[in-house]
């Protein structure tokens, strides 16, 4: 079993729906969790950082953690077709610097 | 400012040819990463470097790979005798601290190689 699931979709909606993206983890010494959003043939861009369980919300994007259940989700409000792009989450141990990646999600917005 | 730089972005070697992959980090940073993203997949780890220590090199999959980072700037994958198995995209990704957080890490575009 790998140390971070997620499930690789292809994952359809359209233009304005609320997306939900999730993953799970096993290693409970995970204690910062990031959302990196990756366009074809270009590198991961940073798209929420967050520490300890709770929400954070940034514009259209909330992150939320549960560490008490192992549970990481990105929600997107009023998707858009630049939303259309592969979502990994991903998380360290902190003092141990390297990020442990889930394997993408593939959303497509539709206009 | 200017983000995370790599050259080659694309590499096509034969097999049994040696390459070599570099990045620019963005100035300033201690940390810098290696990884691999293989098609399909989430990055894989291959190693760190904190200034010019490399402090992980548990990722990198066989003694064909090395990797340095003399000045504590920028770094320099090398692939020895490359296989077909070591087609893939090579991202490096920096962060401004070392172990004391924060850890966010900013990437490069990587360098796409296929190895033929």
């Known amino acids: 079993q790998k140390e971070v699931e997620q499930d690789p979709g292809p994952l359809s909606v359209p233009e304005g729906a609320i997306v939900s993206l999730n993953c799970t983890y096993s290693n409970s010494a995970f204690q910062y969790f990031m959302w990196y959003r990756q366009y074809s043939r270009k590198g991961p861009e940073l798209l929420m950082y967050?520490?300890?369980?709770g929400n954070k919300e940034d514009g259209r994007f909330t992150a939320q953690v549960d560490k008490s259940s192992k549970y990481i989700s990105l929600f997107i409000r009023d998707s858009q077709p630049s939303d259309s792009a592969t979502y990994l989450c991903a998380m360290n141990r902190g003092s141990q610097g390297n990020l442990i990646f889930g394997k993408g999600t593939k959303l497509s917005v539709k206009p | 400012g200017a983000g995370v730089s790599q050259s080659p972005r694309y590499k096509v070697a034969k097999r049994g040819q040696d390459v070599a992959l570099r990045c620019d980090p963005i100035?300033?940073?201690?940390?810098l990463f290696w990884y691999q993203q293989a098609l399909g997949q989430g990055p894989e780890f291959l190693t760190y470097?904190?200034?010019?220590?490399?402090?992980?090199k548990s990722g990198l999959p066989s003694d064909r790979f090395f990797a340095e980072r003399p000045e504590g700037s920028v770094s320099t994958l090398k692939i020895q005798r490359t296989q077909q198995e070591d087609s893939a995209v090579y991202l490096c990704a920096s962060s401004r601290s070392g172990t004391s957080g924060p850890y966010e890490q900013y990437f490069g575009p990587g360098t796409r190689l296929t190895v033929t």
């Open positions: 470097f904190q200034n010019e220590a490399q402090l992980d």
């Open positions: 967050t520490y300890s369980s």
């Open positions: 100035s300033g940073h201690v940390s």
